[in-house]
């Protein structure tokens, strides 16, 4: 959603925006606006009148939508990664619900991966991030705030392991301190 406000935003400043050498100016007697001491020397200032219709327009044209607003009541709070696999499948994370939901190719919305948590295939992400990747067979999801990588499968979307990163809890390694 900020995306896209921040498009808006700055396509209504280009379209507002000229360079070049000025228009041909109607400027009124005593209309002419006043312009201050410390801009009447900045090269490429254009001055135009107040009712003056703009030179170009902007068209903004979807090149891709995901869900369907009248049948899919998918909201995403705070879209953090995404990723695109072999069959055109999008995977978003949304990192304040700690999910990554899955669209088809055509854009709509199929399922919804994991949920908050510590458990498999669980996501806990408050102080970091869901990185995604992906590679002909897997989707590899890393939870920073877990240590750990989660492998799910293209083709089912089910959690095949989970891989941890954080030493403390790799029980596989012997001690090998010494005292």
């Known amino acids: 959603m900020r995306m896209i406000r921040s498009t808006i935003v700055v396509g209504l400043f280009l379209c507002s925006c000229t360079s070049g050498e000025p228009q041909d100016e109607d400027w009124t007697a005593g209309t002419q606006p006043v312009i201050p001491e410390n801009l009447q020397d900045v090269e490429n200032l254009t001055v135009l009148p107040e009712d003056a ?3 170009y327009t902007l068209d903004l044209v979807p090149e891709a939508v995901y869900g369907n607003q009248e049948e899919d009541s998918v909201y995403i709070g705070y879209a953090n990664d995404f990723v695109v696999d072999h069959t055109g499948h999008v995977y978003i994370t949304d990192m304040s619900r700690d999910v990554i ?15 908050s948590g510590q458990g498999p295939g669980e996501f806990q992400t408050i102080h970091g991030g869901l990185i995604v990747g992906v590679n002909d067979d897997f989707l590899y999801v890393y ?7 989660s492998t799910f499968s293209l083709e089912t979307h089910s959690l095949v392991k989970t891989d941890n990163l954080d030493p403390a ?7 090998n301190t010494r005292t």
Do not use: F, K, Q
């Open 143 to 149: 939870d920073s705030t877990n240590l750990r990588i």
């Open 53 to 55: 219709e703009p030179l």
């Open 169 to 175: 809890r790799w029980s596989h390694l012997e001690d």
């Open 101 to 115: 939901y899955v669209y088809a190719p055509e854009g709509s919305y199929l399922r919804t991966i994991g949920r």
